[in-house]
């Protein structure tokens, strides 16, 4: 799906905090046709003295209703997150455009093995995926990797732990383990980004979120186990 760049008022119409920094948004937005997993849009809010600021967020969920969910991690200083994290209410609007990108999508038709590779809330275009491949009823096996500082710095997790044929799910600490964690933290290797049915000779589908460095990171060590650079697709926030 892709948007006619049309700006339309959305209203919020729930909230919930999902970490220190994080917080789920769902919005109302009459004349928004749906998503597909993996794509973002653009918010544009406006002050009182006509100063406006735009951010894009991936998507959290998708479908063809008038719905918007996102998770927004508050960026330290930002002029859109802040706001959005900490004191966006119920009945409150802005502006949202969308849906954008149409690289960067898994679709419920391909019966390829997914491979997921996730830093902090790059994990949030996932939620997206996993969503869509469970309410599709189809079974693509699908492996999720993410990387975290540490526990409670996991969006999603419960959601994500919860048994699903054919999903695998390894989490990646990178400073704080939980308790019992057989593994120290530190960073993610090509060990953890290896499993049976998810090679390179597998026809897998790559999906690569996250700050810039993670991404490359993750991207060399990707390519470094033979997966072919044009099937190992990319999406990076933060500076260059």
Avoid: K, N
């Amino acid at each position: 799906m892709t948007s006619d760049g049309t700006w339309h008022v959305g209203t919020v119409v729930a909230a919930r905090p999902l970490t220190d920094t994080a917080r789920s948004l769902t919005l109302s937005v009459p004349g928004f046709t749906g998503a597909l997993p993996g794509q973002h849009v653009d918010l544009r809010l406006t002050a009182p003295d006509g100063y406006q600021a735009t951010r894009a967020y991936s998507l959290a969920g998708t479908g063809s209703d008038e719905r918007v969910d996102l998770v927004v991690d508050e960026v330290p200083e930002g002029e859109v997150s802040p706001y959005l994290v900490r004191d966006a209410r119920p009945g409150d609007q802005l502006e949202v455009r969308g849906p954008l990108g149409g690289y960067f999508v898994w679709h419920d038709a391909d019966p390829a093995p997914v491979l997921l590779v996730a830093g902090g809330s790059g994990v949030v275009p996932f939620l997206a995926m996993l969503r869509a491949r469970r309410a599709s009823g189809r079974r693509a096996p699908f492996r999720l990797v993410c990387s975290v500082r540490g526990p409670l710095d996991a969006i999603g997790r419960e959601e994500i732990d919860t048994p699903d044929p054919g999903l695998g799910v390894r989490w990646v600490f990178t400073r704080q383990v939980p308790a019992g964690w057989s593994t120290p933290p530190g960073r993610i290797t090509a060990a953890d980004l290896t499993a049976p049915g998810f090679g390179p000779d597998d026809g897998v589908a790559v999906f690569v979120c996250g700050p810039t460095g993670f991404v490359e990171a993750a991207a060399g060590l990707l390519t470094g186990l033979g997966h072919p650079p044009a099937r190992v697709r990319t999406e990076r926030f933060g500076g260059a």
